[in-house]
């Protein structure tokens, strides 16, 4: 007996005695890889960001991130192991794995968590903004103006859908029209393909228009309206027709003025489906195919930090503007049904009637 317990004894120390060996080995890894030695595009293909957008992360994460205790993982290596696991959307372990980011699952998964708050909370609001003053939506305006030639757009509005694990409470409210479980996530883009607002915190199971019917952003629209200042968004036949919200007129016939001012916010609309094709295509955690496996709260903060390095990479020139084509059918492929009956019913509907029509008869009636 005391024998066994002996043996034991000595199986858990050395055991103990491995992990710390394991966990010396990983340290070692780390401290000695430094993939800021990586060639530029190199890193870009890594993280998604340039060096310099990276160290800007650092920069202002730094008072939430930095270690407590000498062995602590540095600030830089919690940044990259992150950027690393929004980028090639494998699970932590994998990552963690990683020959650029040698670190532990433990410390990947804080990295990922902490990371993601801090950049929601600290950066979001700096990096996701509606234009807020007259100037800033005149530019905004005439940038859409001149890329396609719609007249007092601010952006085009829709939704995406990102699968995340089937919750433990309420999953049936997550489940979409397509049958799995996710976030409907509402998005304004400019015609830069910059996001202007996002709002990830409703069910899959919520129809477009009634996160639009509800939104801060529908908010300010009406309020603009209403204090003399002419302004839109474009949206599809999803969303219903409101005097700051213009969608397709029904049934246009081939050839008519209506089908011209269909065929216009149509083509306009590339802007927001080539910002989502770049944003789920670069962030590949939350891209088709791929499933965060968080609760809906810390999926909805790992959405709005990808929409932040989506925009971060915008600045730092990273992301090819140009509205292709072949980029915009990505949107049918990835495409949720929407029921129709579900739709919210528009306000003011017929003073958006009396708008639209007044649109068509001066810009498309040849």
Known sequence: MAEAVFLAHLLVIAEEADRRRRCLEVKTIRDSTNPFHLPDAQFVKAFSLSKDGVRYLCDSLKDRLQRQRRSGVPVETQVLAALRFFTIGKYQRNVGNDSLISVSQSTMSRAIRVVARGIYEVLAREWIKFPQTTEERATVMERFEETFEMRRVLGCLDTCHIAITKPAEHDEGYKNGNGFTSLNVQVV???????????????????????????????????????????????NSDYPLEPWLLTPVAEATEGSPEWRFNNSLEHSRKCVKNALYHLLNTFKCIGEGKMLHYKPVDAAIIVVACVVLHNLRLHHGLVDVACDDDRAEYEEVSKVNENPQEMESGERVDEAEKVRSMLIQNYWDD
């Open 189 to 235: 883009v400019s015609s830069d393909l910059q996001f202007l607002s996002v709002n990830s915190r409703y069910p899959g199971s919520v129809h477009k228009s009634f996160i639009w019917q509800y939104s801060l952003i529908k908010e300010e629209m009406k309020r603009l309206w209403d204090s003399g200042e002419t302004s839109w968004l474009i949206g």
